[in-house]
C-alpha cells in the first residue's frame, strides 16, 4: 500500500511512516468471502498476491461479477465504505489472497493529521471514479470480444486463474461465447 501511496509522489516519507502501525494484514483462502452483500464495508483492502471479485444477484437471481482487483490493487465496497450503508455485493477471494487492510476509523485518523493524507484520498477516489467510468463506457461502445481483448492485454497471467462463468459475467456475455472469443483471439 506505501508503494501506492510514495508513487502518487505527495506526501513525505516520515508522513508515510504514519501508515506502519494503522494497517493490518489478511490472508484469504481460494473461495472464501471478504464481506458479504447486507454487511457494511468498514475497510479498504490492497491486494498484495491473489485475486477478489465483488459480485451481486440481478433481480432474475443471476450471479452478476461487477469486478475484479489484481495484484497492487485496492478492493472495497466503496459505496457501503463511504456512506456507510449496507453493501449490495460481495467480495470473494478468487485465489489465495494476501491483503493490507486499512479500517475506515484508521483512513479518518489519516485524514486529521493533514493535507498531505486528504489529497491522497481524494486521487484515490479520482482514480476509481475513473475506473468505474471507463468500465461503464465500455459497455456501451465496446463488444464483448473488445472487452476481453482489454482484459486480455492488461492482466494476461490473470485469465487463467478467473472461472470462466465469472469471466463471462464480467464482460457480459454467455459463457458459451466466451469460448468462441477465447478461441478466435488465442
Given at each position: 500500500?506505501?508503494?501506492?501511496?510514495?508513487?502518487?509522489?505527495?506526501?513525505?516519507?516520515?508522513?508515510?511512516?504514519?501508515?506502519?502501525?494503522?494497517?493490518?494484514?489478511?490472508?484469504?483462502?481460494?473461495?472464501?468471502?471478504?464481506?458479504?452483500?447486507?454487511?457494511?464495508?468498514?475497510?479498504?483492502?490492497?491486494?498484495?498476491?491473489?485475486?477478489?471479485?465483488?459480485?451481486?444477484?440481478?433481480?432474475?437471481?443471476?450471479?452478476?461479477?461487477?469486478?475484479?482487483?489484481?495484484?497492487?490493487?485496492?478492493?472495497?465496497?466503496?459505496?457501503?465504505?463511504?456512506?456507510?450503508?449496507?453493501?449490495?455485493?460481495?467480495?470473494?477471494?478468487?485465489?489465495?489472497?494476501?491483503?493490507?487492510?486499512l479500517s475506515r476509523g484508521n483512513l479518518l485518523k489519516?485524514?486529521?493529521?493533514?493535507?498531505?493524507?486528504?489529497?491522497?484520498?481524494?486521487?484515490?477516489?479520482?482514480?476509481?471514479?475513473?475506473?468505474?467510468?471507463?468500465?461503464?463506457?465500455?459497455?456501451?461502445?465496446?463488444?464483448?470480444?473488445?472487452?476481453?481483448?482489454?482484459?486480455?492485454?492488461?492482466h494476461q497471467k490473470y485469465l487463467q486463474l478467473i472461472?470462466?462463468?465469472?469471466?463471462?459475467?464480467?464482460?457480459?456475455?454467455?459463457?458459451?461465447?466466451?469460448?468462441?472469443?477465447?478461441?478466435?483471439?488465442?
Amino acid at each position: 500500500m506505501k508503494s501506492v501511496f510514495q508513487s502518487i509522489q505527495i506526501i513525505p516519507q516520515n508522513e508515510l511512516d504514519q501508515l506502519d502501525d494503522l494497517i493490518t494484514t489478511r490472508t484469504l483462502k481460494k473461495g472464501e468471502l471478504l464481506l458479504k452483500e447486507n454487511q457494511i464495508s468498514k475497510e479498504i483492502y490492497f491486494i498484495k498476491k491473489g485475486i477478489l471479485r465483488s459480485c451481486f444477484f440481478n433481480h432474475q437471481g443471476d450471479e452478476i461479477t461487477n469486478c475484479f482487483a489484481f495484484e497492487n490493487e485496492f478492493m472495497a465496497s466503496f459505496s457501503s465504505f463511504i456512506t456507510q450503508n449496507v453493501a449490495e455485493e460481495n467480495i470473494q477471494a478468487l485465489a489465495d489472497t494476501e491483503l493490507e487492510v486499512l479500517s475506515r476509523g484508521n483512513l479518518l485518523k489519516l485524514y486529521e493529521l493533514g493535507p498531505h493524507w486528504q489529497e491522497i484520498g481524494r486521487k484515490l477516489t479520482e482514480m476509481e471514479y475513473v475506473t468505474l467510468q471507463k468500465r461503464m463506457i465500455s459497455f456501451q461502445k465496446l463488444s464483448g470480444t473488445q472487452r476481453y481483448e482489454e482484459l486480455y492485454k492488461n492482466h494476461q497471467k490473470y485469465l487463467q486463474l478467473i472461472p470462466l462463468q465469472y469471466l463471462a459475467s464480467y464482460l457480459g456475455v454467455t459463457p458459451r461465447h466466451l469460448s468462441r472469443i477465447r478461441k478466435a483471439i488465442l
